[in-house]
T-cell receptor
Framework: GAVVSQHPSWVICKSGTSVKIECRSL??????MFWYRQFPKQSLMLMAT?????????EQGVEKDKFLINHASLTLSTLTVTSAHPEDSSFYIC????????????FGEGSRLTVL | SQELEQSPQSLIVQEGKNLTINCTSS?????LYWYKQKYGEGLIFLMM?????EEKSHEKITAKLDEKKQQSSLHITASQPSHAGIYLC??????????????FGQGTILTVHP
């Protein structure tokens, strides 16, 4: 089946630094990718919709200057957490929609960010 | 925006028992997904339902979509400890600013005691 790869799977960084998380669709092209955030014992919260070749669409309450999203190709979207702080520590998951498929979404394995 | 409410929020059952998890939408469902997750890990795709009245099964898990009620149910027969985890329903928005977005219910934490 289709595979979405996220990298890194976990990252620890110092407060104030920026961290980039990659989401790649390995065997299909994805015009749309979604970024989610998940806190312990909570569900996934949609942060933004990443559209290839255009600006990302952010959900209400999500700071676009804090969470920079770039979707430069049909197989890669990146999420950069800028000037990370401990409250940004979370589990981030991306999903990608196969442009040739009618509905199925494929999820990455997630990236755990810990900001010290 | 579309909101999904799952019930129950948590469930503890004895191995071998049947159980049902419900997912109710605030708007019409055009596509409903069920996923299983262990926190800190990726999502495991279980089923996708698109048509009203549709029912799908995989091993001991059955999901139904009642489009009229804007509701879906996930039923596990003869539960096993391996079924334990967080079950999430997700729905795709059909129009406006929600178009194409997959949003999730708050999840149901399932514990199965051997």
């Amino acid at each position: 089946g289709a595979v979405v790869s996220q990298h890194p799977s976990w990252v620890i960084c110092k407060s104030g630094t920026s961290v980039k998380i990659e989401c790649r669709s390995l065997d299909f092209q994805a015009t749309t990718m979604f970024w989610y955030r998940q806190f312990p014992k909570q569900s996934l919260m949609l942060m933004a919709t990443s559209n290839e070749g255009s600006k990302a669409t952010y959900e209400q309450g999500v700071e676009k200057d804090k969470f920079l999203i770039n979707h430069a190709s049909l197989t890669l979207s990146t999420l950069t957490v800028t000037s990370a702080h401990p409250e940004d520590s979370s589990f981030y998951i991306c999903s990608a929609k196969d442009r040739s498929n009618t509905g199925e979404l494929f999820f990455g394995e997630g990236s755990r960010l810990t900001v010290l | 925006s579309q909101e999904l409410e799952q019930s129950p929020q948590s469930l503890i059952v004895q191995e071998g028992k049947n159980l049902t998890i419900n997912c109710t939408s605030s708007k019409t469902l055009y596509g409903l997904y069920w996923y299983k997750q262990k926190y800190g890990e990726g999502l495991i795709f279980l089923m996708m339902l698109q048509k009203g009245g549709e029912e799908k099964s995989h091993e001991k898990i059955t999901a139904k979509l009642d489009e009229k009620k804007q509701q879906s149910s996930l039923h596990i027969t003869a539960s096993q400890p391996s079924h334990a985890g967080i079950y999430l329903c997700g729905a795709v928005g059909a129009g406006g600013t929600s178009y194409g977005k997959l949003t999730f219910g708050q999840g149901t934490i399932l514990t199965v005691h051997p």
